[in-house]
């Protein structure tokens, strides 16, 4: 009895441990990226495409948007997806960054 309890105690823990996995924000619709304007696109057209930001912030006095889409696991396939919108003062797009280790999500640059 006691061999069969460590047994499956075993069992259950090489179970956990296989399918642990750590997600830090939420999925977010990557080909919008490709309609945000510099200049013309605004704060409410940036929440309309992407939703809520998962950090705010201010870089050199302009507000900042990070939109995260990361999930690591112990096995299995992982994801990094991050978009980094800077507004002007007016609350237009200022700049943008997009990043991915996912080869065929939204407009990123071909190696």
């Known amino acids: 009895m006691k061999g069969s309890r460590l047994g499956l105690g075993a069992v259950l823990v090489l179970s956990l441990a296989a399918s642990a996995c750590v997600s830090v924000g939420r999925?977010?619709?990557t080909?919008?990226?490709k309609s945000v304007?510099?200049?013309k696109t605004t704060q409410s057209d940036i929440a309309r495409s992407f939703g809520a930001p998962s950090r705010?912030?201010?870089d050199s006095g302009d507000a900042t948007w990070t939109y995260l889409d990361y999930h690591f696991g112990l096995f299995g396939?992982?994801?990094a997806i991050d978009l980094l919108v800077k507004f002007n003062a007016?609350?237009?797009v200022k700049s943008y960054?997009?990043?991915?280790?996912?080869p065929d999500a939204g407009p990123?640059?071909?190696?």
């Open 97 to 102: 960054a997009f990043n991915t280790d996912q």
């Open 37 to 39: 304007v510099v200049g």
């Open 56 to 58: 705010t912030g201010i």
């Open 77 to 79: 396939r992982q994801r």
């Open 27 to 29: 999925r977010f619709d």
């Open 31 to 33: 080909e919008a990226v």
């Open 108 to 111: 990123a640059a071909k190696p």
């Open 90 to 92: 007016d609350g237009t």
